[in-house]
């Protein structure tokens, strides 16, 4: 059965390939902000949620004349800091001020997990829930946020960190689980796909 | 200045590589029994410190001669179950024996890590320690297992387990660093390196 990751994130494509799946990529074009305002105001957990099974939603959709027999998966990550949800910063001075922000500091990371199931071109089976994971940032020196902020990471990703790449440095401890926090939750999509009648390592590729 | 990893490990590799460094890699042929029947009894922690140093001092002689001015780093991964310290799996019976105590429940990996400064062909710094991650475990069914245990994958690390690939399906969740559970802690070599006198990202290849 196809599996379809609907996110551009090589980071959450990265994940899913080492963990034995080789997801098609399918981007949704899904206005976040849009999403966002049509809500009423709710909890951060529920606002990445609805992001994810929007993105999900519009590809499952787009993609179910092709693939009658399909499972997509959606995701949406923001990091919450001092209760205020952060997506990935506007430019490096924004990085730069969320990093003296953090620095010494804990956040946490959101992300919100939707999978649908396809059969017949339609949605048979639908699964969402979030995931969050408590991250404790280290304290990079001056000339160690120089650096980090020369390398255009912090641009790309939200929360304006990695944990699996040139950001792991500045990262002391985690509560919770990693992949969460690389973007897509492996024992969450687990269960999701349980949920929808999936056993995820009868899905494996290798 | 050279870099080299004292480890044939490509997880050890793959975190260095995705953080930004680019080592070179010298295995040591430490006999790891005999560097551990040569201690006084003594705690897991320096037990798994006591095989980075050891590793990191092997190949610190041997490419001492090629290298006059490089850093060094060596590590040791274990899993602390139950009070005993375990490595890699003997074989696929091991290992599902091993996954059916830690099904569900808890332990610790413990990595020692060390770091070595050669100078003008001499060791001019050195500093060591060990990282601890507790990790809790999912409950993989039957068939999920068989399936897991057919990859091979669990037989070629420390603990039977990855957090990083196929096992990462199976790890619900983590408390301290995740690098370390991967096999090197990249906040703690931070540390290190700065103990010998060396930023991090003065070593960033790109």
Redesign the interface.
Known sequence: MPLVLASASPARLG?LR???LDPLVEVSDVDEDAVLAGLPPQAASAQVTALAAAKAGTVANRVADSYHDALVIGCDSMLLLDGVLVGKPRDAAEARTRWQAMAGGTGELLTGHAVLRLGGGEVTGSATDHAA?TVHF?RP?N??LD??LA?GEPLAVAGAFT????G????????????N?IGIS??L??RLLADVGI????L?S?
Chains 1, 2 share one sequence.
């Open positions: 994940v080492a963990a034995g994971t280290g020196s000339a160690e650096a980090y390398t944990l699996d790449a040139l792991g440095w500045f990262v002391e401890r985690i509560e919770g689980d990693a992949s926090v492996l024992p999509t687990r056993t995820v390592t009868d494996w290798h």
